[in-house]
């Protein structure tokens, strides 16, 4: 459930957001106009107080949706770090193993560390995800055969027993990657957020309607502001499909220090 969330365009995704936002407005004021003209006395104040009411809660829902979001961006980027680090300890270790081992050892790990480079709009359930994570686990069973091999050839090789350890760190990391990456705020959050928003932009309308000069205008760019600010909280929590996105630099640092 709400996997389409994730997967949708997200200018898709803003335009609707807007359009249901600006929506809720007009359909909140053009109550308001039928309510004073059926009844010019009242000020509306109870609908006022709810719609102030709303929006109180309303921030208060963006606020700890935004925690959430920032907190898996970040196991994110710490992720990505994490296993760059592995991969390049696993590397220079490779590079001890005796021949032909670290010569094996060595093409596999780069490709390795390639294939765990992630661009700009991939996407974990994709087939293109799927392809690189099978390609992933069979060179860790080929690096896996090598320091087998290793370790029998000369049990008592120190290189091997720490090529061994590293390689078991990488391939835990790995782990750990694909857990970060797949961990999201759930869906459900989202649309009882947009729920909330829109609830809270009818009463904002209702009231605004009370008024002789209800200020279209503005009740319109406020509209567009919560739309962007839940937008941008959703960007966060989708890594690599939208703006913002977690960087594969020490990745990209560590398959340029490889030979």
Not at 32 to 52: I, K, M, N, V
Not at 91 to 108: E, I, K, Q, T, W
Not at 239 to 253: F, H, K, N, R, W
Request: no cysteine.
């Amino acid at each position: 459930m709400g996997d389409w969330l994730y997967t949708a365009d997200p200018l898709a995704v803003y335009a609707v957001t807007v359009l249901l936002m600006v929506g809720a407005v007009e359909l909140g004021a053009l109550l308001g106009r039928r309510d004073r003209a059926r009844h010019p006395g009242e000020t509306g104040g109870f609908l006022s107080g709810l719609a102030a009411q709303s929006m109180g809660l309303l921030a208060l829902m963006i606020g700890f949706t935004f925690a959430m979001a920032l907190s898996r961006f970040e196991t994110r980027k710490e992720a990505v770090v994490d296993e760059a680090n592995t991969i390049g300890t696993a590397s220079l270790r490779g590079r001890m193993l005796p021949a032909p081992f670290n010569a094996h050892v060595a093409p596999l790990l780069k490709e390795y560390a390639t294939l765990r480079v992630v661009g700009r709009g991939f996407r974990w359930g994709s087939l293109q995800a799927g392809e690189k994570l099978a390609r992933s686990a069979r060179i860790q069973d080929e690096l896996w055969m090598e320091a087998t091999a290793a370790a029998k050839a000369d049990p008592s090789v120190v290189p091997t027993g720490l090529f061994i350890q590293a390689l078991n760190a990488m391939i835990d990391m790995h782990g750990k990657r694909l857990a970060a990456g797949r961990n999201r705020v759930p869906a459900v959050v989202f649309l009882m957020l947009e729920g909330v928003a829109l609830v809270a932009l009818g009463f904002s309308g209702h009231a605004a309607a009370q008024n002789p000069r209800p200020h279209r205008v503005a009740m319109a760019l406020m509209a567009v502001m919560i739309a962007s600010v839940i937008t941008l909280v959703l960007d966060l929590d989708n890594p690599q499909a939208g703006i913002i996105t977690v960087s594969q630099q020490p990745m990209l640092d560590v398959i340029r220090g490889m030979r």
